[in-house]
C-alpha cells in the first residue's frame, strides 16, 4: 500500500498551489506508476489478441536484429 504525508503550499487565501514529498514517497509513487503503466500495457496487449513467442525466441531474434544492423 502506497502510503504520502504531502505538505501543501497554499497562498494568502490558503488555495492550495503546489505539494511537498519527501524525496522516499515521490519515488515510491514513480514505482507505483511503472507498475501501474506494466499492467495496463500488458492488459492492452492481451486483448490485442495478436500471436506471441516464447520470450527464448523473442531475445534471439531482438539480437539477430541487433547484429545485422
Do not use: W
Not at 26 to 31: H, I, V
Not at 43 to 66: C, G, H, M
Amino acid at each position: 500500500m502506497l502510503t504520502i504525508n504531502p505538505k501543501y503550499i497554499t497562498d494568502q487565501k490558503g488555495k492550495k498551489l503546489s505539494v511537498v514529498l519527501s524525496i522516499e514517497e515521490f519515488e515510491s509513487m514513480l514505482e507505483h506508476l511503472e507498475e501501474l503503466e506494466d499492467v495496463r500495457l500488458y492488459d492492452q496487449v492481451k486483448e490485442s489478441n495478436e500471436p506471441s513467442i516464447p520470450i527464448d525466441e523473442a531475445f534471439e531474434l531482438i539480437e539477430s536484429l541487433r547484429k545485422g544492423r
